[in-house]
């Protein structure tokens, strides 16, 4: 099944609900192009509902990571819903709910958005370059890689050291 991408909004929240697969191709130019339209539309206040997505690779993952900082630097703010199996694993695996807020129910995922805590880093704002696409023998995007060091260190985490020697060991 190939990608499907509804948009409705509740206050001033839009909600993206998606259902199918988020894979390199097609789909995640789907995805990138509806996230795009959204943000150049002004929309500021993003929730993703990933309930239905059924596949979630490397370029969902960037498109997702990329919306979020860009959204971040323009003082919005993008949050996920409902992932679940695979999708659920491929982002535990990458630590992305420690960095994205995650919810598993949308009226408490709609009430977070009015509760707001800015994290500033202490070496001030950082840009994020267009990544990459080079790709290991294990499928691993660099960009892909690249994009969350950059989101990681844009928030001061201090598990950066750690997540990225797991990167660079599930590459090398």
Known sequence: MGLQISIRESGDVTILDIQGRATIGVDSDLLIGHLNKLIASGVRKLLLNLADVTQLDSSGVSAITGTYVFLRRQGGILKLLCPGGRVRA?????????II???EDETQALASFQLRVTLLSPDGPSFVEAPTTRTSSRGFSFGFIGALFRLFSMVNFELVY??????????T
């Open 90 to 98: 491929v982002l535990r695996v990458i630590h992305m709910p420690e």
């Open 101 to 103: 807020p995650t919810f």
């Open 162 to 171: 750690h997540v990225k020697q797991s990167f660079f060991n599930a590459v």
